[in-house]
Nanobody, 115 residues
Framework: QVQLVESGGGLVQPGGSLRLSCTASGNIFSINAMGWYRQAPGKQRELVAAVTRGGSTNIADSVKGRFTISRDNAKNTVYLQMNSLKPEDTAVYYC?????????WGRGTQVTVSS
């Protein structure tokens, strides 16, 4: 199947930036979309941004203009550049991939926005 490994989370002050990375391995040729979800304490997991193999993107209204998703198909990696971070962006961020094989989740990386 497909395995996903995330990196890049951490603690940042409000207004700061972070970049998350997620690299896929395994049956990578069956992947179509890759993206990021997040889950804050006591809340449901929500889509943050996703990008298809062809480059079409879907970005949540709450992060439009602040977050950018990109994908390097040669490296099997998807990136989430997060700028102008707010305390409400604090959550565990999960990488997700889907395609003809089904779907996969990463283990998650914590992003904390606090002064």
């Amino acid at each position: 199947q497909v395995q996903l490994v995330e990196s890049g989370g951490g603690l940042v002050q409000p207004g700061g930036s972070l970049r998350l990375s997620c690299t896929a391995s395994g049956n990578i040729f069956s992947i179509n979309a890759m993206g990021w979800y997040r889950q804050a304490p006591g809340k449901q997991r929500e889509l943050v941004a996703a990008v298809t193999r062809g480059g079409s993107t879907n970005i949540a209204d709450s992060v439009k203009g602040r977050f950018t998703i990109s994908r390097d198909n040669a490296k099997n990696t998807v990136y989430l550049q997060m700028n102008s971070l707010k305390p409400e962006d604090t959550a565990v961020y999960y990488c997700h991939a889907d395609g003809s094989y089904g779907s996969s989740w990463g283990r998650g990386t914590q992003v904390t926005v606090s002064s």
